[in-house]
């Protein structure tokens, strides 16, 4: 009886499939409720978003064969290794009236030259968020990896320090310090990374990939090593709760990781048409600048510059200057082999 | 007549056995067996497989030849075994006064222990981060225990207290009358009769751990990686399928071992203890 | 024999108190007017006012505990079978088929349902994807249970009834159910919870546009955990005391009765 009954119930809660609804795979938090409104006005459809926190959860629910979404909105080798397993369908450009907007350095990228298949909407930066008063009581340096790599400067914040929990970024980091690219393929070099790495391991509290935000914010952590709009929003809650310090996030001197996320065609998604409505909606200037306003994400678009809250776009921790932007470098997939390998360090690392 | 009790004693035997039977084998072994086959597959050059056929026993032949695998099984069966033991010590006094209370009270208390966990899990680290956090304990060893403790106790006390609550209350009157002390009762009576209960309580308490990834990444510090860490690591960050695949089938197979051995010498002792029953 | 019992209440108690501690936290930081929420500011309601307009969350949860009712009502059924099979017949792939699952790292039970519905199947995925994947992961947790009920019972009992002419079916109403009725209500339980956490194996077989909560508070904790997170927890609770409470009082005999 019961179970006949949460059968109906059941029943009853699936969802209706609308005819008209796009749907989106999306990072949480990225586009807000008010912009979701007025495109549901515009297209008149609704708008259903799915989660994902990281580019490889929706990777591999893709390669496993999840079906059903109109767009993606991947990062640059995330894009890339979409294109080459054939998973996008190419994207109309004749549809999509403001893709003027997109600011030029950020088109015909090495993930998808042309941008057949993408088109960018946001950046990221992964660099280092300080307790700014902090800092300068300790005479210590903010703009550089040094402040987390060399054992010098880790002794006066032993125990205080987060790094991101992620092979690609943490040893990124190590590399840019060293001078090499992210992009490196000879091994030596990531051994050179690993080494730097154990070497600094024992002043760290923790690896961490999302609670760094609250630490800082708190001021449990002073230093931690994490995204830009990340930073952002520990800076912003730390001032809202009138915390007696502030918190600040520069990208090192030596170079750092960029990220670039783009809109996408998902090949088994039903609404292509609405999917191009939709990117082209989202290409016009105040609606790009809401990832910006909303979570303090760089933006790929000229026209939303007017739009974007000054105090942000002022930041050249999320805006960075030209100069500072020669200095950053895309993750770009690696090999299996080589993946491999870095695997291995990885697990030493986190071993040791 | 003896005809008629048999064939439906034969097929009631079916009837219970069936439907988990063909469920699990439909829902579980075969989609297991698709991936455990994974193992033996190449990686695709952006992840995932690489096309058929390619086979090979390089995943297995990577993990078995570096000492830095076994040493993390080592540790991971380590946390396993430290976190059951607690377990056991913090469930068996709540499970027994669980069942030794009025009936009319006993599923009240139960929900009492179970209730928590119809939270949320993430939220209820949170709450142990901002326990733990001010204490100085967060992202220490000993976080990561509590937290598996707190993740798991209720496994431990909930087959615990279904076994406890089976015995007969006489037995431990009858040891009372022959002047056996509380300590003996207990030690005699009451704990060789929970062993079923201990050792199922174990089984889901040890075994999920080992694949657990959540709390030693969220309370955990810079060295506390488990083989749940591993495995997630490889699907989710990685990009290599087959690793990932022969490290769980890997991981599954020393558990199914561990576990054969424990029935194995559970049915030795409980003949032991059988002559007390 | 006081003194015994004065310490079984205080180590009973602890336990308690272990369980309970991170709980309390969560509840009283859902009223907190903070949206850091790192310590006690001042007292609200907005978090529940917020709440109740956030369509998203009460959809998810909803979807969560009608999935958790429903897939854990499937896994005590097929577990209690599992349990009784391999008590009383002893089938020797049983206890392996029945324990695997639990000891299958579940990313790669997550990941290999998804396979199976998908490139085998080339099944949808939704709500159903989601109840087969549960059932599948909590049915070992009930039959372990109980078994280890039935461990140790005298099967004399059993042959009695059915001396007395008692056919299966009577003997399985009289003498087996009330016997193993504790440990169906703790299988339930067992499975309801760990159906209403589940995150891993959800977050996989998902179909597109069906979220659970704790897929909607994963991707929310990664930016923020404010307290419409303790919230919707703490309603969450409440909700499911409240309906456990109900379906007692409305079958007093399925919980209460026991012989």
Request: glycine letters at 6%.
């Amino acid at each position: 009886m019961a179970l006949v009954l949460t059968a109906l119930l059941l029943l009853a809660s699936l969802p209706l499939r609308a005819a008209d609804t796009l749907y989106l795979y999306n990072w949480n938090n990225y586009i807000s409720e008010d912009t979701v409104r007025r495109f549901e006005a515009h297209c008149r459809c609704r708008l259903k978003q799915d989660y994902y926190s990281d580019n490889e959860e929706m990777l591999a629910k893709l390669e496993a064969g999840a079906v059903g979404y109109d767009i993606l909105v991947p990062t640059g080798n995330a894009v890339e290794s979409l294109v080459r397993r054939k998973a996008l369908r190419e994207i109309d450009k004749a549809r999509l009236p403001h893709f003027g907007n997109v600011k030029r350095e950020f088109l015909d990228i090495w993930f998808d030259p042309g941008n057949r298949y993408s088109v960018p909407y946001a950046t990221s930066v992964s660099l280092l968020g300080y307790n700014a008063d902090k800092m300068r009581e300790l005479g210590l340096p903010t703009d550089t990896w040094a402040l987390i790599f060399e054992p010098k400067h880790l002794k006066k914040i032993k125990g205080r320090v987060t790094v991101l929990n992620s092979q690609r970024e943490l040893m990124a980091a190590a590399m840019k310090y060293l001078g090499y690219s992210v992009q490196e393929h000879e091994p030596a070099r990531w051994e050179e990374a690993k080494q730097l790495i154990l070497r600094a391991k024992p002043y760290w509290a923790a690896f961490s990939n999302s609670t760094y935000i609250k630490d800082l914010a708190i001021g449990t952590v002073w230093v931690a090593h994490g995204y830009s709009n990340d930073m952002f929003r520990a800076q912003q809650d730390a001032a809202a709760a009138k915390r007696p310090f502030q918190i600040g996030f520069a990208t090192p001197k030596e170079g750092a990781v960029l990220a670039v996320d783009n809109f996408v065609l998902h090949q088994s998604g039903r609404r292509p048409d609405l999917a191009h409505q939709f990117i082209d909606f989202m290409l016009a200037g105040e609606n790009a600048a809401d990832v910006s306003n909303l979570i303090g994400a760089g933006n790929t678009n000229a026209a939303a510059t007017p739009h974007i809250l000054p105090e942000i776009a002022a930041n050249p921790g999320i805006f960075p200057p030209p100069d500072e932007l020669q200095r950053l470098e895309m993750l770009r997939d690696f090999d299996p082999k080589l993946r491999r390998t870095l695997s291995r360090m990885w697990t030493e690392i986190k071993v040791r | 007549m003896s005809a008629a009790r048999t064939q439906p004693a034969g097929l009631s035997k079916w009837v219970v056995t069936l439907p988990p039977t063909i469920f699990l084998l439909v829902f579980f072994l075969v989609p297991a067996l698709i991936v455990a086959l994974a193992g033996f597959r190449e990686t695709g050059e952006f992840g995932g497989l690489a096309p058929w056929p390619g086979l090979s026993l390089d995943a297995y032949r990577f993990l078995l030849g570096d000492v830095i695998y076994l040493e993390i099984f080592a540790r991971s069966f380590l946390v396993a075994a430290l976190t059951t033991l607690l377990c056991i010590v913090f469930a068996y006094p709540l499970a027994w006064l669980i069942a030794r209370s009025p009936k009319q009270r006993r599923d009240v208390l139960v929900l009492l222990v179970i209730l928590p966990f119809a939270s949320n899990f993430l939220v209820r680290i949170y709450a142990w981060i901002m326990l733990l956090g001010p204490a100085n304990l967060l992202y220490t060893p000993f976080a990561v225990i509590v937290g598996m403790v707190y993740a798991h106790l209720p496994f431990m006390v909930l087959p615990l207290y279904i076994n406890l609550e089976k015995h007969d209350p006489a037995l431990l009157e009858a040891a009372q009358d022959l002047g056996a002390n509380a300590w003996t009762r207990f030690w005699r009576v009451t704990f060789p009769l929970s062993l079923p209960g201990i050792f199922s309580g174990s089984a889901l308490v040890f075994i999920p751990v080992l694949g657990m990834f959540a709390v030693p990444e969220l309370l955990g510090g810079t060295g506390d990686i488990l083989i749940g860490n591993l495995i997630k690591e490889q699907f989710l960050e990685n990009r290599d399928w087959p690793l990932g695949s022969a490290l769980s089938i890997m991981l599954t197979a020393c558990v199914l071992l561990l576990a054969g051995l424990a029935a194995w010498a559970a049915k030795r002792g409980l003949h032991g203890t059988e002559a007390v029953s | 024999m006081k003194r015994s019992q004065f310490w079984l209440w205080a180590a009973a108690l602890a336990t308690y108190a272990f369980l309970y501690i991170p709980l309390a936290v969560v509840v009283l930081f859902s009223f907190n007017d903070s949206v850091l929420n790192a310590e006690w500011v001042g007292f609200t309601t907005r978090w529940y006012v917020k709440l109740l307009h956030d369509d998203d969350m009460l959809h998810a949860a909803a979807n969560s505990l009608l999935i958790a009712l429903a897939s854990s009502s499937v896994a005590t059924l097929l577990g209690a079978m599992a349990g009784l099979a391999m008590h009383r017949y002893r089938p020797r792939w049983l206890p392996f088929l029945v324990l695997t699952p639990v000891a299958m790292p579940e990313i790669l039970l997550g990941v290999s349902l998804l396979l199976f519905f998908r490139q085998v199947l080339d099944l949808s995925l939704g709500l159903f994807s989601i109840l087969a994947a549960h059932i599948t992961f909590s049915i070992g947790f009930v039959a372990v249970i109980v078994r280890a009920r039935l461990a140790g019972m005298d099967e004399s009992t059993f042959e009695a009834a059915r001396n007395l002419g008692a056919t299966p079916w009577a003997t399985f109403r009289r003498v087996t159910l009330p016997l193993i009725m504790p440990a169906l209500v703790a299988g339930f339980l067992m499975a309801f919870t760990l159906s209403i956490d589940d995150f891993v194996i959800t977050f996989f077989v998902a179909g597109v546009g069906v979220n659970t909560l704790p897929l909607q508070i994963y991707s929310m904790i990664k930016v923020a955990v404010t307290p419409e997170v303790n919230a919707i927890s703490t309603l969450l609770m409440a909700l499911t005391l409240t309906l456990i409470l109900i379906a007692s009082r409305i079958a007093p005999d399925v919980l209460k009765g026991r012989a």
